[in-house]
Every structure is written in C-alpha cells, then in structure tokens.
C-alpha cells in the first residue's frame, strides 16, 4: 500500500487522474443516496438557476434536479468506458496476439481485417450500429466495442513480434510447449504493459462516443446521460447556459482524468521514461 501511494505521488498525472477519477466514481457510486428519486422526475419548478434552494445545480427546462443528472449521469458514463474499452480490448488483445505470433497467412488475414475496419469511420459505423440494434446501454457499448479494437490490435501485434523473437520463446518452442500455452505464459504476458496505457484511453474515447451519441438523440431513453443533458440544453443556450455547460464540465473532467492516468501510467510503465525518471531523482546539485 505504501508503494502504491508512493508511486501515485511521484508522477503528478497519475496522482491528479486518479484523484479525478475516484470523486468521479464515488459520486457514482453514492448517487442512488444522495439522490433517492429517479432523476428523469420532475421534481422541481423549470428553469431554477444553480444555487436555488434545494436544487444546488438548478433544474432543466422540464423541472428536473441537474445536480440528479449529473451524479446518475456519471454512472452511464463510467459503465459505457469501461465495457466498451474491454470488450475492444479483449478482440484487440487476442487479433494483434495471434497476427504477430503466427505471421504469415494469419497475419495478412487478420492486419487486412483490421486495416478494413480503420478504413470505416467508426463515428458513423458506431451509429449504423446504434440505430440497427435500437439504442440501449447494451448497444452502445456494442457498437463502441467493435469499432474501437484495430489501435489495440496493431499495438500488441507489434508487441507481440518483439517477444516472438525473444530467446525463451525459441526455448519455449524447442522443448515442446504448445502454441496456447507459449501464447498464454510468453507472448501475452509480455505483451499487456501498453495495453493498460491503452486502455485508459479507449475509455475516454468511450466515454465522448456516447456523450455524442446521446447528443445527437441515440442515447438510451430509459436513462440520464450527460450527452443527453447537453442536448437537451442546447435550445435553452442563450437563456440558460449551465443546462449544458454543468454536464459538458463533467464529460471534461471525467474525460481529462482518463488521459492524465494514461500519462501517469506511461510514465511507470515505459521502461526509458522510468530511468529518466529515477535518474533525475538521483541527481544532487552541487
């Protein structure tokens, strides 16, 4: 534990992102105590100002608590980046895994597969998806997932050539172990460390992907978002700026926490970053 907490504090990204993003998820998480009722309820008089009495953020133009929005807000968000960065992930991960161990035929499949997916624009392919399979959570986290995975799998094909190459790979091969346990034990576990960066990212890309998604109406109806709650907010942005602009701050925190903890874990994680790092620390002036 004291490592960990020394390893936060040294690098200033990882320890700001991480700090961001804990608020963020125990807002989240406390968000059915702070705020018992549905917040799709109208529970107030339209177009309070942040600071009213009872409604601190203020209501939208339909009477409903935003500070109730934001907090159930966060719990979309949170679920959406995390499932939808996994489930690309685990199709990245196992795609650049196979395509850089194997090569050959296997490699040319599998990089032409993923160079036709990069040729679409997942933008648009995430709505043709959304819009064929009716927006839901389920969906959205779908149609993220699936157009999200080539980075991952060029990166850890890269990865996973390097290793191929390794001296206890050739061992491996040459006492006999199989294919799935050479995968399992040496090219994949030396292959992950990018991809935790990686992954830090894709979610915040998750996160902005819903965020438009619900903007632009394909949101799942059924629940709050905070895409969702700038659109609603955008016909009222004259008269009434913080219906959108109180959710789109929380889209920027959220969002900004994913790339300072990326930051920070590259940081810890890149071999040359570290010793320049450590090497800096060592350096007494004279």
Known sequence: MKNLLHSLWSSRPLFAGSTILLAITAMALAAGLLYPQDPLDMVGRANLWPGAPGFPLGTDMMGRDMAAGIVYGARVSLLVGLFAALLSV???????????????????????????????????????????????????????????????????????????????????????????????????????????VATSILMAQAILTEASLSFLGLGDPNVISWGSMVGAGRSTLRTAWYMSVLPGVAIFLTVISFMLLGNGLNDRLNPRVARKQRAATTLVPA
């Open 90 to 196: 685990l199709i990245g991960v196992w795609v650049g895994v196979l395509a850089g161990y194997f090569g050959g035929w296997v490699d040319d499949l599998l990089m032409r597969t993923t160079e036709m997916f990069q040729t679409l624009p997942s933008f648009l392919f995430a709505i043709v998806l959304v819009v064929i399979l009716e927006p839901s959570i389920q969906s959205i986290i779908f149609a993220i997932g699936v157009t999200s995975w080539p980075q991952i799998a060029r990166l850890v094909r890269a990865e996973a050539m390097r290793v191929r190459s390794a001296d206890y790979v050739s061992a491996a091969i040459t006492i006999g172990l199989g294919h799935g346990r050479i995968l399992g034990r040496h090219i994949l576990a030396n292959s992950i460390a990018p991809v935790v």
